[in-house]
């Protein structure tokens, strides 16, 4: 029974130093990609206040969120959840570049306070990238690229990209008027993908004409974008222009990648609604071949989430769980360098040496001769010199 105080709670994982080392040339090839595309790095607290935290549309996160009182302060604090909320106050509140275009990237652990094993570790490494200050498809489709090009930057290929508009199904509700109950009822049924409630539920609800029809097709309009685009003319065209504008920029989005991405498959669901706290229009994602059931990357347009920090920029990014995609990932190359090994004693001559060889090569202190594995070389002195002699 002793020895359980030595383990760490479910979802919760040391990693020991091949996976550390995997974790960190891995981190380093997402964050270089970053930095090339022109974004920022930022590197937000661990914990903060839950004023700030758990504001606007991450209202959501707070049944995941774990939180302790300050002892400075009485206030109360939380470890963030995600790190997004935490990018969205940043931008309002400190860089406060309002008539500009932010590029922003991060990385770092984040806490929940439930495991779910089906949604991998419960302290994810979240790397991400977001932009804020455009509401146009532009911004959207350089965002998804970079979600690709930095699944490919990990060795992943043969990529499905996995999209889909809230506001498709939020509109559908506006103009069907339904009320608060059937709106929570309709949310969850969908993202159960309950087929016969959602029968049950669209039956019941006796609409007029093409919109008891957009309903009742609602969740055929999911596999190959092309034909679901194709299909979405007959049953969504027209019933209002914010749904136009939806289904349109979906289309160019889908347009753009099918000629600028090639081993692309690109999914459309209209029906997806992950992400209904805060996503306000496209919502995306990246699957890998072999792991059709395991989501890379996510991420989407939130242009909502820094309203409570006094500015609702248009906002959308994506983010990954490092910790939980090293499984997938080949090891990384191994790159040799030589070791040597040096006494510990207090000759400014010998620090030299260290130092001078450290920018090329391993050097690991020593306390006695029997420590050095056979045939390693080692720092001795000799004639009033550092010298290598070998074991």
């Known amino acids: 029974m002793q020895q359980n105080i030595w383990f760490t709670p479910d979802g919760i994982e040391d990693l020991l130093p091949e996976e ?53 302060s009485g206030r109360m604090m939380g470890v963030r959840a995600d790190m997004t909320p935490q990018v969205a106050r940043i931008v309002v509140n400190r860089l406060k570049n309002k008539d500009q275009i932010i590029r922003l990237c991060y990385f ?44 490919r930057a990990l060795g992943l290929n043969d990529l499905t ?10 509109e559908l509700m506006r103009l069907a008027q339904l009320n608060k109950k059937q709106t929570q009822q309709l949310v969850d049924i969908l993202v159960r993908k309950a087929v016969p409630e959602y029968h049950e539920f669209t039956a019941a609800l006796n609409l007029e004409g093409g919109l008891q029809n957009a309903f009742e097709n609602l969740l055929s309009l999911c596999g190959d974008a092309d034909d679901v685009l194709t299909k979405s003319e ?40 992950r992400g209904f706290e805060y996503h306000t229009g496209a919502i995306f994602g990246c699957y890998s071949a072999g792991q059709k059931l395991y989501m890379i990357a996510k991420g989407g347009r939130y242009d909502e989430i820094a309203s409570d920090f006094g500015a609702a920029q248009p906002a959308t990014g994506f983010s990954l769980d490092l910790r939980s995609t090293l499984d997938l990932l080949d090891c990384p190359p191994v790159v040799e360098k030589k070791v040597v090994y040096a006494p510990i004693e207090a000759d400014p001559e010998l620090v030299k ?15 006695e001769l029997s420590e050095i594995p056979t045939g390693s070389e080692y720092l001795t002195k000799q004639n009033n010199a550092w010298q290598f002699v070998q074991k």
Not at 241 to 252: A, F, G, I, N, P
């Open 20 to 72: 550390a080392k995997k974790l960190e040339y891995y981190r380093r090839q997402l964050l270089d990609g970053f930095e090339c595309s022109g974004y920022d790095l930022i590197l937000p607290p661990i914990a903060e206040y839950t004023d700030s935290l758990l504001t606007g549309t991450a209202r959501h996160l707070a049944i995941d969120t774990c939180r302790f009182p300050d002892q400075e």
């Open 108 to 151: 770092g652990e984040v806490l929940k306070t439930r495991n779910n094993k089906a949604k991998g570790s419960r302290s994810p490494i979240q790397v991400g990238a977001e932009l804020f200050g455009h509401e146009g498809v532009e911004s959207d489709i350089e965002v998804i690229a970079l979600m690709l090009s930095s699944i």
């Open 161 to 170: 990209l996995s999209l889909g508009h809230v506001s498709v199904v939020e």
């Open 234 to 273: 007959t049953l969504l065209s027209g019933l209002s222009s914010k749904m136009d504008e939806s289904v349109e920029r979906l289309k160019l989005i889908v347009g753009y990648f099918n000629v600028a991405s090639d081993l692309l498959g690109i999914h459309l669901d209209l029906a997806d609604l």
């Open 353 to 367: 040496e260290i130092l001078k060889l450290k920018k090329s090569i391993i050097v690991k202190r020593y306390y």
